[in-house]
């Protein structure tokens, strides 16, 4: 990836010190409303696709309430969408067992869990990525830590999104740097990235080193301090229970089916 990608991943901070409902709403409700969330969405059975589509409603609802560009967010699901890929990608080749057909064409119970694997990774990564971008990595740790997640788990966490990054920028001008200076018309060895890595290796930590003593001489003691502490509002838990309900409703009737069968009865 290039240098302008990584640095797009510092647009998520930008995003998060936007002034909408969404982002008024506290961060451990949006927090727990997440989580209750995802696991709604992964405990349906391996072969749900249907009744998963409602669930859209909630990353969508929250990005157009949190002005956040669908854009964005959509390149950043597509680029771990590889992962969720090559999770499902042999199911159609084991499972060969016919689940329904439609006109000539017959479905097999493999192509139904991989449509659903994809479905459950497109509707769990893009509520997390909305819940930082309409929140704020900051915000959204110190939540967890108030809610008791360890103070060294959300410090680490913090960390990690932040200098992310910084050093796949570092990475980035290494390479090009090297394919400046290397003939035009060879391709770049393997064993030059394996070098390239080690460097990358080194100068992570000596940066990492730098940035330590930077904080500790600003007096930094391990704990994630927000200028203006927010309250827990009765907003807040009616969030919170609207959200927890929709998604038991979902979770135990078929939405899509129901609707489907109202307007086939409409219709006829």
């Not at 950043?76 to 080749?93: D, S, T």
């Not at 084991?94 to 689940?99: C, E, L, M, N």
């Not at 009765?234 to 135990?252: I, K, P």
């Amino acid at each position: 990836m290039g240098l302008g990608g990584w640095i797009e991943v510092g647009r998520m901070d930008e995003l998060g010190r936007l002034d909408s409902p969404v982002h008024r709403v506290h961060a451990q409700a949006k927090t727990v409303t997440t989580g209750l969330f995802v696991v709604a969405v992964m405990s349906f059975a391996r072969d749900e696709v249907s009744a998963l589509t409602p669930f859209f409603l909630y990353p969508l609802a929250l990005m157009a309430l949190g002005k956040i560009p669908p854009g964005y967010l959509v390149r950043k699901v597509l680029m771990a969408a590889p992962f969720a890929i090559a999770v499902g990608m042999f199911n159609p080749v084991f499972d060969r067992q016919p689940a329904f057909a439609i006109g000539a064409l017959t479905v097999s119970g493999g192509w139904l869990s991989f449509a659903s694997i994809l479905l459950r990774f497109a509707l769990t990564v893009s509520a997390a990525m909305v819940l930082v971008a309409c929140t704020g990595m900051h915000r959204l740790c110190a939540g967890l830590e108030r809610m008791g997640l360890p103070r060294i788990l959300t410090v680490q966490l913090l960390f990690l999104y932040r200098y992310v990054f910084v050093v796949g920028a570092e990475g980035s001008r290494m390479v090009r740097s090297v394919e400046l200076r290397a003939s035009l018309t060879r391709a770049l060895r393997f064993r030059v990235y394996g070098s390239l890595v080690g460097n990358l290796l080194l100068r992570s930590m000596a940066r990492a080193d730098r940035i330590y003593r930077a904080m500790l001489a600003r007096g930094f003691d391990g704990e994630i301090r927000v200028l203006r502490p927010a309250r827990f509002r009765l907003s807040d838990l009616a969030f919170v229970c609207g959200w927890a309900a929709f998604f038991a409703a979902a979770r135990f009737w078929n939405l899509a089916g129901l609707l489907g069968s109202l307007l086939t009865k409409g219709v006829s």
